[in-house]
């Protein structure tokens, strides 16, 4: 289990960038990478979709033109065994005498490979935050035995809710608040379903991310048993509909979630029964991780990864039979064109001065998914991960005017904030702390893949602090489309930033450590770095 990072300030400890890297990016190149790829005709870049297959072919071709190497075992594809998981969402949960419809009141799907998984009379328990954190003396499942039972839970982790930084990490969300681990714990604990209460301010997102997200096709990396040893369902409900439930076994839902907040919350066996038949189509096939390489000149044992995910959501069908494009233009068609620019900028220094470390400029797939293709790449790197000195990660760029801040997503976490710190100072720009800390961004794009590895990284991300409307509006939505107005004001101060800590880091003999004592660090240590 992860340990959450504690925020603190943190003062450099590595040595100080020295002078502002100068390079000379392409602006007018990334505007028609950015366009292209969130067009109509790539669909949204689903895995395994036509539109796959045209992003792979672009950021090939596109590696190809800059000149950089086929960075994966003289490839620049790595192959990644997937299974499209599309469940039928003609379906209904029934408890006890009620019937909620799918999509507007719940969503369930499975990473099982199996086309039918049923709830039949299952017991419904309410565990709370769906916790066993033994380092902060909490266990949700402490005293009752859930196996085969399905499992209602709260979304976020008892630091939000309470607001008490003596509770987990008070408002910053662990990991222990994401949906994941929800799910991960629910199967540990030999749950058969899991359905987390949607409430938009601790999951940061309204209900149309949840539906939008969970109700479409879904990706999963296939293991030697099939996933059965995954929970066999994974669902949310709406707010609304946890009240229903909890005021239908004569409970109120408010005062539970209340006593929830407590270390000495004991489950509650809501003496109801969930039904629910989930009906899968299944296609097991390969996507793909990009992967080129810039080689280094003297230190090909020590790697860098620039890296942005390449896919999104694809394309669906409303409820009227409307078919619906989600482009993700700004997540994250905009974080592929800073890692083509980056390639290209850095090809062109190093023809004249080459690099001493060699660079990976990676895209995964299925990042929207869980971060399957980062985790695929973590498990099997074309170098080892004892030999990755960072991994940079852009998940979404600022793509309107520039800003005399950048965002920090963790503080006390490792040693490339200091990075970050210098090199902002030398554009003349400060690190703002992330304003949504609650959030757990820190877990929620492909660095915390490699992190799970010991690789140290950065989070790159403008995905809502210069637009208010973005996230309510666009995130996850249809809405998220390029716009000729862009001004990219903020994609070139960034692309500067970005490329100043990359090149440095490319350059010096430093290995950025982890601070905080966690399963990161840990790892990290196993490998000697």
């Known amino acids: 289990m992860f340990t959450s990072f504690c925020c603190y300030l943190f003062l450099s400890a590595q040595p100080v960038i020295s002078a502002q890297h100068v390079f000379d990016f392409d602006i007018k190149q990334y505007k028609e990478d950015t366009k292209i790829l969130a067009s109509d005709e790539f669909g949204g870049r689903a895995p395994l979709s036509a539109g796959e297959r ?29 299974a499209e998981i599309n469940a039928d969402q003609d379906m209904t949960l029934a408890i006890d005498g009620m019937t909620f ?26 565990v709370g935050y769906g916790i066993n954190a033994p380092e902060y003396g909490w266990n949700d499942y402490s005293g009752i035995n859930v196996k085969g039972k399905t499992v209602i839970v709260l979304v976020n982790d008892p630091g939000f809710a309470t607001q008490d930084d003596n509770v987990f990490k008070g408002n910053a969300m662990t990991y222990y608040g994401r949906w994941t681990y929800k799910y991960e714990e629910a199967a540990r604990q030999g749950a058969a379903a899991v ?9 940061a997102y309204g209900w149309g991310v949840v539906q939008n997200s969970n109700t479409g096709s879904k990706y999963t990396l296939i293991d030697d ?48 029964k969930a039904n629910l038949v989930l009906k899968n189509t299944i296609v097991k096939a390969e996507s793909y991780n990009v992967v080129a390489k810039l080689p280094g000149s003297n230190k090909s044992d020590e790697t860098l990864v620039m890296h942005a995910h390449w896919d999104h959501l694809g394309t669906k069908l ?16 905009s974080g592929v064109a800073g890692v083509l620019a980056l390639a290209k900028a850095f090809k062109a220094k190093a023809d004249q001065t080459p690099f001493k470390r060699d660079i990976l400029f990676t895209n995964f797939t299925a990042e929207e998914t869980g971060l399957i293709g980062a985790q695929h790449f973590a498990l099997n790197p074309p170098v080892p991960t004892k030999d990755m000195v960072a991994f940079l990660n852009i998940d979404g760029m600022n793509v309107n005017d520039g ?23 030398e554009l003349k720009r400060h690190v703002k702390a992330d304003p949504r800390p609650q959030n757990g961004l820190m877990y929620r794009s492909d ?10 990284g950065l989070l790159f991300m403008s995905l809502g602090d210069t637009d208010p409307d973005y996230i309510a509006h666009k995130y996850h ?34 290995w950025p450590r982890w601070l905080e004592d966690s399963d990161f660090k840990a790892r990290r240590a196993e490998d000697n770095r």
Do not use: C
């Open 54 to 82: 045209l992003t792979l072919d672009y950021l090939v071709n596109s590696f190809k033109d800059i000149g950089l190497e086929p960075g994966y075992k003289g490839d620049y594809l790595q192959a990644v065994p997937l």
């Open 195 to 203: 359905f987390i209460v949607h409430e938009t301010a601790p999951a």
């Open 447 to 456: 660095h915390f893949a490699l992190a799970q590895q010991g690789v140290p």
């Open 225 to 272: 048993n099939n996933n059965l040893s995954q929970v066999g369902v994974m669902g949310w409900v709406q707010h609304d509909v946890a009240k229903l439930i909890f005021t239908k076994a004569d409970l109120n839902y408010e005062t539970l979630k209340l006593a929830a907040r407590k270390p000495d919350f004991k489950a509650v066996d809501l003496k109801m």
């Open 101 to 126: 419809i799918s999509g507007d009141q719940f969503t369930a799907r499975t990473q099982r490979i199996i086309d039918h998984v049923e709830l039949k009379d299952s017991d419904l328990v309410f």
């Open 318 to 333: 409303d409820a009227e039979g409307n078919k619906q494009i989600f482009n993700g233009a700004v997540d994250n068609a």
């Open 477 to 510: 939505k249809g809405q998220d489309d390029y716009d000729e107005t862009w001004s990219l004001g903020g994609v070139k101060q960034d692309l500067a930033l970005i490329g100043s800590i990359l090149a440095e880091l490319a350059n010096n003999e430093d």
């Open 403 to 425: 800003v005399d801040y950048i965002l920090g997503y963790g503080q006390g976490v490792s040693e490339l904030e200091g990075y970050l710190k210098d090199a902002s100072s």
